[in-house]
């Protein structure tokens, strides 16, 4: 199916590995051009060369702190040599878990400034351009925001404010031709997952196989999603075929 994207510019933030790192590959493969955000600027660089070569797009590297409000600025910077901007996809950000008592103020800081005040900060500064061209946002949001858990009170807090701000801005996007979404993935093979799997076994001897069956019976899933499958939707959302 053609999306119509070909041509079109997007950014995506968290590009540099894991979901936002499927998110860009798919985007790209529907031909579009991309600047891509992390704070890691070796697997940044290296990701928007592969796929640039791979897909023929164009892809500009933006390596920054999102946390910190110049980041989003910096952004806007790196689109100055595009003439217009068609999407936003808000995927950085990794919150800490942890026993609420032993999380920090600093824990607690650093996730809202990495997830939610950067997708503020960037939703406001590319408004205008995703006006001019009936774009579209979409911030994942992680399953926290809607199941709050002991161990992750600060991403399940943080998530469920962006989903309140997605909901409040998609009322003025309504008005100003600018789709805004949100998406609450599930658990994806990432290496995330990979490192909580890993952990368990630490912690109880378990093998791997054991380990996945167990957190997928505590789901209620028949198996984790992969990263390529989430991409392919978030594409969706970008593209007019889901207004």
């Not at 995506?12 to 891509?36: H, K, P, Q």
């Not at 290296?46 to 989003?72: M, N, Q």
């Not at 994806?188 to 490192?195: E, I, S, V």
């Amino acid at each position: 199916m053609d999306l119509g994207l070909k041509g079109k510019v997007a950014v995506v933030t968290g590009a540099s590995r894991g979901l936002g790192a499927a998110i860009a590959r798919r985007l790209a493969a529907e031909g579009m051009d991309l600047v891509t955000v992390a704070r890691s600027r070796d697997a940044l660089e290296a990701e928007a060369a592969h796929l640039s070569g791979t897909y023929g797009v164009r892809v500009t590297a933006c390596p920054v702190d999102l946390a910190a409000p110049e980041g989003a600025s910096a952004v806007l910077e790196a689109l100055a040599s595009f003439d217009a901007v068609h999407g936003l996809v808000n995927s950085a950000g990794a919150t800490k878990r942890g026993n609420f008592f032993s999380l920090t103020e600093a824990d607690w800081t650093l996730g809202y400034d990495l997830k939610f005040h950067a997708a503020v900060r960037l939703s406001r500064l590319l408004w205008p351009k995703l006006k001019a061209g009936s774009g579209a946002i979409v911030s994942i949001a992680g399953l926290g925001g809607r199941m709050p858990s002991a161990d992750f009170t600060i991403g399940g807090s943080v998530n469920a404010a962006l989903l309140n701000f997605t909901k409040a801005l998609a009322e003025v996007g309504s008005r100003d031709g600018v789709r805004v979404n949100a998406v609450n993935p599930g658990y994806f093979r990432t290496d995330r997952l990979k490192n909580s799997l890993r952990s368990t076994m630490e912690q109880t001897g378990c093998s791997a196989d054991e380990a996945e069956a167990t957190l997928l019976a505590r789901l209620g899933a028949a198996r984790f999603g992969e990263p390529e499958e989430l991409g392919g939707f978030i594409a969706f959302l970008m593209s007019a075929q889901a207004a």
